[in-house]
């Protein structure tokens, strides 16, 4: 029996779930305001002007809704909308145009593939203000249009009953364009202050700051004060040891590299290496150790071929076809809205199409940087702007995808390569500034994933991985081949000045003996010869000595002789001198045999260690590449199986053997992780690990720890206000060793103090001063006989201590690129007193 209904039963949709969505989809406020940014891009604007405001209300823009303090306002002069725009591209929710702009390769006046296709701007701006409203005119002779909505709006109805504020109003010269108002925001804190100076950096990474490059201009003021983003200047790239390119053209991937000789001391340590640098490519610019490098010319290496550029001393260039590389994923299924003739597609490789970018190297230290001595006063400058910058980002139309590059984020794995046996002289994450240019016409199967962190995992994405890798393999072996090169050259100028090589050690044992022997011989010899000379000298002397004294009673001929007779006797001098100071040499000369029948066993026991470790560490690399090997494997099942189950899901298939197998095949595959974790390389080092650690937070918990303990005593510990907080990236342990060494020789002396009454009160001070963190305390400070060398090892004034705490605290941040000192300040008592922890090498990019 059918039951009557008074109306057609239909769907309805609670608005709470696309306030929830835009919640959900961006994953901060900086990547809402760039995806309203990139609205403005879509429509052809020449330039975007961004104006937050965190203290004052909207005025007059806005309309509809009540005034309340802090906006945001973006203005352009794009194409703006009409009002079928309007409806179809704002109002409907997951309906884009420009997504089918792109799937028809459609572009705009200026020739932009669009960029958003998924409505995020709209829906992501709600993290930003509780209110949206839009003006916008297409041309000066049309309407200007507005548009408010209330996100509160969107809580307790259904969508079709959250009211849209609408305005038309025809002006007699409306402004082309859109502005955007974001009214009332939710999270003002976040515009100014350390929050504004974390916009700017945002911002200025998620914009090409390669000044060359930016599509097009973005005008940011926040609180009325104009705030230039980050450029990139290619002056500095005139500094670079290094400059790599690579580009895809859908077919071949191209990879060419750049070196100048200051690249061959990246790695290099002391000044007896850089001083034998100067001697040995210095001089003639190279030419030797390029000659060295074309005959020593390997097949396996790329060729390194002589640069005519001025300033570049070689350069290389690979080329790979897309085809040939191993790997490659193949098209198994058509993406959603691929039209009827990509099925010819199906089973080719997945193309993600082509690219470009550019990789810079630096040397951070040692650096020449006199062409850009108007830009860094200081190699510290020079060196925490690398920093700052380092990176390879990945970006679409000068709009950068998260989170490549960004924050740290190594996408390239570049840290695993040079900290590792398998690549020393690979890129270092830190030292290379660089980018990826994508666009959305010939990059549109990348698809970025809807909270726009990273790629969509599809057959394209990690084909784009795959050719990365490769390009950055080509680079780490052309590095390798020349750094390599180097040392192999200076070796073998070495073994060349001294007559002898690492492979006939032996035959080195066998001249100090040949010498030990000979010494023995020619003792007497030198003995017998040095009186000799000696005698002669003498007579020699006595002649001299007459003709000069007595010229009349000597003939012309003995006159003309004593100028001789002079060159003679001083010669005869320098000669017995000689033979005095081998007469010193001559028992050490003698002990050679000796040292060397001691030397020649340690030497071949050390070169058996040496072939064990090398077939040892043959097995560590046959062990590594099993890892590796099997990893793929286990994660290929992982995922097939998945898809497998998703498959029989949407089927409801619910045979049992199938699924019992599967299960199989999932508790199989976590068996097969936890064995792999034993063969992992990394096992073969000791490695320690690394914890973010926020900096009051840390030193809270260390004053909670110690405050029962120091009361006991009638001593505190307190942080010093205003306290800069900011997070290091370090072992935990280590910083805690370096602090309670600190905090107990305070503990120490400060009771000490308070048993001879020469202090009142005893408070332990922590000071911070990002990325400084000072510790002191109300004590008599260090006394002066060991305030030049208090770091050195068994210093220390204390009666039963043992002088180590302050040197292993040095050596535990040295570790970890970071500092400790005594600063020069001086306390009441005259003495020095603060410790200054440099953790500028440790600061975690937030």
């Not at 490549?404 to 690549?423: V, Y």
């Not at 990893?631 to 992982?638: C, E, F, P, Q, T």
């Not at 089927?651 to 049992?656: A, F, H, Q, Y």
Request: with cysteine; proline share 4%.
């Amino acid at each position: 029996m059918t039951a009557k209904v008074e109306h057609q039963p239909r769907f309805e949709i609670d608005a709470t779930i696309v306030y929830e969505l835009g919640e959900k989809l961006i994953s901060d406020e900086v990547q809402a305001l760039v995806e309203l940014v990139k609205n403005s891009y879509d429509a052809d604007a020449s330039y975007a002007n961004v104006t937050i405001e965190t203290e004052q209300s909207a005025g007059d823009n806005s309309l509809s809704f009540p005034q309340s303090k802090g906006y945001i306002i973006i203005e352009d002069d794009g194409s703006g909308m009409n009002w079928d725009e309007i409806s179809k591209g704002w109002l409907t929710i997951s309906s884009s145009p420009k997504r089918e702009m792109k799937a028809r390769g459609k572009t705009t006046k200026k020739g932009r593939t669009p960029l958003g296709d998924k409505g995020l701007g709209r829906l992501g701006s709600q993290r930003l203000g509780r209110s949206i409203e839009i003006w916008t005119a297409k041309e000066e002779t049309n309407p200007e249009y507005y548009v408010g909505i209330d996100w509160g709006d969107f809580r307790g109805k259904v969508l079709s009953n959250v009211p849209v504020y609408f305005e038309e109003e025809r002006k007699k010269k409306p402004r082309k364009g859109t502005k955007v108002a974001l009214c009332d925001l939710r999270s003002p804190e976040k515009w100014k202050g350390k929050g504004r100076s974390d916009l700017v950096r945002k911002l200025s990474q998620l914009l090409f700051p390669f000044e060359e490059l930016r599509p097009f201009d973005v005008f940011l003021s926040a609180n009325g004060a104009r705030i230039d983003l980050d450029n990139i200047s290619k002056r500095v790239f005139d500094v670079a040891d290094a400059k790599f390119s690579f580009s895809f053209d859908g077919e071949m991937l191209s990879v060419k590299g750049q070196y100048r000789l200051q690249f061959l001391l990246a790695t290099a340590q002391g000044d007896y290496v850089k001083q034998q640098f100067r001697q040995l490519v210095g001089l003639d610019q190279g030419a030797d150790y390029y000659a060295y490098l074309v005959e020593k010319k390997s097949e396996s290496m790329p060729e390194l071929v002589w640069e005519d550029e001025s300033g570049w001393f070689v350069f290389f260039e690979e080329d790979y076809a897309f085809e040939d590389l191993g790997d490659v994923e193949l098209i198994d299924a058509l993406p959603l809205g691929a039209l009827p003739f990509d099925e010819k597609l199906k089973g080719k490789p997945a193309n993600p199409g082509p690219f470009h970018g550019v990789v810079y190297s630096f040397t951070r230290r040692g650096t020449d940087l006199t062409v850009v001595s108007d830009i860094f006063n200081l190699e510290s400058e020079f060196s925490k702007y690398i920093e700052r910058h380092s990176g390879i980002r990945v970006f679409r139309n000068g709009f950068g995808i998260r989170p490549f590059g960004l924050d740290g984020n190594d996408w390239l794995q570049l840290s695993s390569g040079w900290t590792s046996a398998r690549s020393y002289y690979g890129l270092r994450p830190k030292n290379v500034m660089g980018y990826v240019a994508l666009t959305a016409k010939d990059n549109s199967r990348l698809e970025e994933a809807t909270d726009r962190e990273g790629f969509v995992e599809n057959a394209y994405s990690r084909n784009f991985y795959l050719l990365m890798r490769r390009a950055v393999g080509a680079i780490t072996t052309a590095n390798t081949k020349l750094r390599r090169g180097y040392n192999d050259y200076a070796r073998s100028r070495a073994e060349q000045e001294v007559g002898i090589t690492s492979r006939n050690v032996s035959e080195v044992f066998d001249r100090m003996r040949d010498t030990a022997t000979a010494s023995k011989s020619v003792e007497a010899r030198i003995t017998e010869a040095r009186d000799d000379l000696e005698s002669v000298r003498e007579q020699v002397q006595i002649l001299t000595q007459e003709v000069e004294s007595t010229p009349l009673f000597h003939s012309e001929q003995e006159r003309k002789f004593a100028p001789f007779l002079r060159e003679i006797r001083d010669t005869l001098t320098e000669a017995t001198y000689i033979l005095k100071q081998l007469d010193s040499i001559l028992p050490e000369a003698k002990q050679l045999g000796a040292i060397a029948d001691v030397l020649e066993p340690d030497i071949e026991h050390l070169r058996e260690e040496l072939e064990m470790f090398s077939e040892l560490a043959g097995l560590g690399i046959t062990a590594e590449a099993l890892s590796h090997e099997m990893s793929i494997i286990a994660d290929s099942l992982a995922a097939r199986t998945k898809g497998l189950l998703s498959k029989l899901r949407r089927r409801k298939s619910s045979d049992p053997q199938i699924v019992t197998y599967t299960e199989h095949i999932h508790t199989a595959v976590g068996r097969m992780r936890k064995q792999l974790s034993h063969l992992d390389p990394s096992l073969r080092y000791v490695r320690e690990q690394r914890d973010k650690i926020a900096m009051r937070t840390f030193f809270e918990d260390i004053r909670d720890f110690y405050s029962d303990r120091f009361a006991r005593n009638g001593l505190k510990i307190e942080l010093e206000e205003p306290f800069e907080d900011f997070t290091i990236l370090m072992n935990k342990g280590k910083l805690t060793q370096v602090v309670d060494n600190l905090l107990l020789n305070s503990e120490y002396w400060l009771r000490e103090d308070l048993r001879k009454e020469q202090i009142s009160k005893a408070i332990v001070f922590v000071r911070a001063r990002a990325p400084m963190i000072e510790i002191y305390d109300t004590g008599r400070g260090i006394a002066p006989s060991v305030e030049h060398y208090l770091f050195q090892p068994f210093v220390t004034t204390k009666p039963k201590g043992r002088g180590l705490g302050l040197f292993i605290a040095r050596q535990l941040l040295d570790s970890s690129g970071c500092l400790i000192s005594l600063l020069p300040d001086r306390n009441q008592f005259g003495h020095r007193y603060v410790f200054r922890l440099d953790l500028t090498g440790a600061v975690a990019d937030e």
